[in-house]
């Protein structure tokens, strides 16, 4: 069943007003793979302790927290935390973001730390378009989520 | 080189003032990958002219608008045209989202239709996860823009 | 007396410190009066299951969660559930939306709701006025609010 | 023909790429109808030289500058001016909103003048629900716009 | 030990999950420091009850409310009340702004009192600019805070 | 002349509409005083090459992208380059902020360039106050604005 749509086909917002207010944790994650020169430059950069990676945490901590003003359905919750870190892994030239979101409350923060690892890495793309605007942003999947009715939901790998 | 970080390993916005405005055009796209269950899901609510693609579509023309405010180093762009697209490929459990972003400036519209893309499918992914939350978005990416100093580029397949 | 004004004339934003959290509801409507030609065209997009009146909800119902960034004095709510939905009179060339808002908090969600009719039909003058500009939005009404120290209200018809 | 609903009947912004940038103005106006008490009190606060006018006014300049963000498929615009104003008809206890927008573009102002006026007349209804819930907005239209293809368009009254 | 940062020297939001839901207090001031004589037009203004000081105010409310968005390691919080009032001391050509917010949560208003005095001194640099551009925006501190498990703090005079 | 106070102390934005466009840069700079500790573990986390200053100028970037929103009587603006930079001045306890927007257009960039510092300086305080709240906002000004039918304006120092 889709939760977003009525026995009509129309959009709806869940109405959540029985839910119980629990704690809940969400964690999600995402690769870019970039060329080799983009790597080589983002290493250099961190090496120097640079800025890109800041930046695109940054940019994934304000999107998480702006979600509901994003994917229109989303109820506005206030994050108790969200955390933003990133892997790099040179030789299948990927730079890893991992999100994990926290609230207490009537609904999950799934889609604050998709959302979360989604700007981010946009943000890494913008970042390097310079050096290739060739890089495939990849296998953005939730992980794992505890709380709420549901209780505990983990990827199959 | 990365164009938003200075000699000192620092971010920055570019300086597009001596930028030429010519007209632009990008296209991105990228998928989501479902379970069979969805994918019947959504068809099934297209078939009923359904709201799931829509609701998507309106959250990555807006998210497109919003650009600038998302990715921290990009420019304000007023863009002539946002579209957003889906397909979906029944056979491989995924929907495709195709965005292209027009606008007539000094700097380019790749993000807005990366932002579009990104965001569209986040929202598919927050309309289906009632079903089932292992789905995959994947294979972002940007497969032409045209337009400014550096001319036509195209994604190698 | 106005709530927003204190005994200087000063516009201010009502301290709820003291208010109770309690569960409420508040309704609102509101019509847009359009020539035969939009009604028709409206209509027959329905028909086909077309999206002006799903773009309009996903206004209202995004315009609803941002009532307090639109309305100086609002506080911020988190909406436990919003819902925006259309009837079409045919013969009066009328298209009305109604909205219903709920919390659980410390002040009413009036705003939320009448934010939500009055972007709605914003939304629906936008998508039809290359038809006819002569669309006159109309009757922007709460009909109806529960819950909060003053209890129940109700529209007097 | 609904100009931002293609032949398929989905929903597209339109592409403004080949139209021409001129000077557009678009003058809209609204009004709330509100008790006796109401009136009064706000005549009152103004006579005072307080502030609830001044609020509303600026909301309305506000909404209007945000339009791109509130109304799903317009466009963004930098508007040269909006202008706010009120009338108090005392007699018929009703607050009239004119809002005038202008901008040098490729798309109308149209909305952003509706918006404004739609938003300035919420203010007011938040301000001074206090006294009386039972305010209704009313005829909200466009009363000119001129510049663009289309040129110059009055209501008829 | 800098909060927001970790053992790496990595930027990071407080993870609030354990703290306490207390009631909270911030006060902040400051001011700006202009020419004889925009003090004397605004204090024209003023005595014919004009709107300067209320935009500013208005500016300042809604500035609070989006502290979160502005301050990227900020927690979205609910505010019970912002204030934002001014002084004005002719003899030292100075408008004193002072705000104080409140809130029943997990995480303080400190950001958002600051925030809205900020705001309120940047609205009436830009309202007062066409008449002397030299004006010294000064002293933002805060002045008081209660609440929250470091309890009362109070600026040492 | 208050250049936003229409003759009857109302506010108002100021039209545009005739004045020509120039290219217009403004300059702003402010300062953070700050207790020995924080000092000192800034400069720390700054030899770490660590995160403090870098979230700073981008909340002082993304402020400046966003005026319009924030200070009510503000045209929206698109910047070409908005640069956000700090210096540290041990002796004085002091971390100075300089801010340089720039754009091509019929309105100056000065609040652009003091929001950034403004934004900038608040995200400081944010990322410290765990140490010490006594920090001091001090000394907002405009440097410089060039361009535009009132041309250069330097701050007398």
Redesign the interface.
């Known amino acids: 069943?889709?939760?977003?749509?009525d026995e009509?086909?129309?959009?709806?917002?869940?109405?959540?007003?029985e839910k119980d207010k629990t704690?809940r944790v969400a964690e999600a994650q995402?690769s870019i793979i970039a060329s080799k020169k983009i790597i080589q430059?983002?290493l250099k950069?961190i090496n120097?302790?640079?800025?890109?990676l800041?930046?695109a945490?940054?940019?994934g901590?304000?999107?998480a927290?702006?979600t509901?003003?994003?994917?229109?359905?989303?109820?506005?919750?206030?994050?108790?935390?969200?955390?933003v870190d990133f892997k790099i892994f040179e030789e299948s030239f990927e730079i890893q973001c991992i999100a994990v979101a926290?609230c207490?409350?009537?609904t999950g923060v799934?889609?604050e730390a998709?959302?979360a690892v989604?700007?981010s890495l946009?943000?890494v793309?913008?970042?390097?378009?310079?050096?290739d605007?060739?890089?495939?942003?990849?296998?953005?999947?939730?992980t794992k989520?505890t709380g709420g009715a549901s209780g505990t939901?983990e990827?199959?790998k």
Chains 1, 2, 3, 4, 5, 6 share one sequence.
């Open positions: 069943m889709l939760t977003h749509i009509n086909g129309n959009a709806r917002m869940v109405d959540i007003t704690f995402g430059s983002v950069n120097k302790k640079g800025d890109v800041t930046v945490k940054i940019s901590i304000q999107g927290k702006r509901s003003d994003l994917i229109p359905l989303c109820h506005s919750i206030s994050l108790d935390s969200i955390t926290k207490s409350g009537s799934e889609m998709m959302t989604s700007i946009l943000t793309y913008d970042m390097c378009k310079g050096i605007k060739g890089m495939i942003i990849n296998n953005i999947i939730l989520k939901w990827k199959v």
